[in-house]
């Protein structure tokens, strides 16, 4: 017997049955192509593990390869998912972690990726792309819880300083006062129905002045109507007056450059005339001789003989 062709067959067997496990684990269509993405999540992945699925929409698209924290951040968790090629993520899809029924299995949620959003691709080769995140349900529910319980706070605060015993005394106090003005002002319920009876005859003659004066203030209205019709008339006559005004400081300057000058020269003639008087005047009063025979000449003083002239 040949041992070697019998060894030979067994591991040809084990090789064979072994292909076939894995072709089977595959789904019996042989190796499928993936794509690489990243997922950032800034809160507790509590529940999700290596190889729990990945949807898209309820579609399972992939699974989770890896998930380690970020070493520059540790309040940061890295997925690696690895999904089918050809699946349509694009720049707008957005990855959410979900619980699947009352088991608590987390699972990856993908949803978004508008028609018109481009795909998302590596911005360098061997870098998967970056798929953007949203809180989950639980963290959500998580943010408003704790928002809600800090503002319950700050309200029981606020409530027990209200209620302290010094507001109560207060509140105390001011309730005394207003029962002291309710009986006085039951005590004095006949004074103020007559106060209010006062006050309605007061509006009702109010309504009867103001009725009486509507005729005055028409009076009044004409006569500031008429007034002011004056004054535009008023207005008018100035304006006119000033332009005869113009008319007449015209005429003035006309009458100063023409007239002033002649009245100048008569002004200067009358003084000579005057001058001229005068002297006869005086020629009047030294004798009635030098009216008729004019000047007496004058003898001539020494050295003064002029000499004759020759005759011709």
Request: hydrophobic letters at 45%; glycine letters at 10%.
């Amino acid at each position: 017997m040949n041992f070697t062709l019998v060894g030979a067959f067994v591991l040809a067997l084990l090789g064979l049955f072994v292909a076939g496990m894995l072709w089977i684990a595959s789904g019996g269509k042989g190796h499928q192509q993936i794509t690489l993405y990243q997922a950032i999540e800034t809160e507790s992945v509590s529940g999700l593990n290596v190889d729990a699925p990945v949807k898209y929409n309820g579609v399972d698209v992939g699974r989770v390869q890896s998930i380690d924290l970020d070493p520059a951040n540790p309040q940061r968790v890295r997925l690696l998912l690895a999904l089918r090629r050809g699946t349509p993520v694009k720049h707008d899809t957005v990855a959410v972690l979900k619980t699947q029924g009352l088991t608590g299995i987390a699972y990856v949620e993908l949803s978004g990726g508008s028609p018109a959003s481009p795909l998302l691709l590596e911005s360098a080769p061997g870098v998967p792309p970056i798929i953007a995140t949203r809180p989950s349900l639980s963290a959500r529910l998580e943010n408003v819880l704790g928002s809600v319980l800090t503002k319950l706070d700050a309200t029981t605060t606020r409530i027990d300083a209200l209620l302290s015993a010094e507001n109560m005394r207060a509140v105390s106090s001011a309730l005394d006062d207003i029962s002291a003005v309710t009986h006085t002002l039951a005590a004095r319920k006949g004074s103020i129905d007559a106060g209010i009876v006062s006050a309605a005859h007061t509006f009702s003659n109010s309504e009867q002045l103001s009725a009486d004066l509507r005729p005055v203030v028409a009076h009044i209205d004409q006569a500031a109507t008429a007034l002011q019709a004056m004054a535009t008339d008023a207005g008018q006559a100035s304006t006119q007056v000033g332009g005869a005004v113009a008319a007449v400081g015209g005429e003035a300057r006309r009458f100063s450059a023409q007239t002033l000058p002649e009245m100048r020269h008569l002004l200067t003639e009358l003084n000579l005339l005057s001058a001229s008087l005068r002297r006869l005047t005086e020629q009047a009063e030294r004798g009635s001789g030098g009216l008729l025979l004019g000047r007496v000449a004058v003898p001539e003083g020494p050295g003064e003989t002029k000499p004759k002239e020759p005759p011709p």
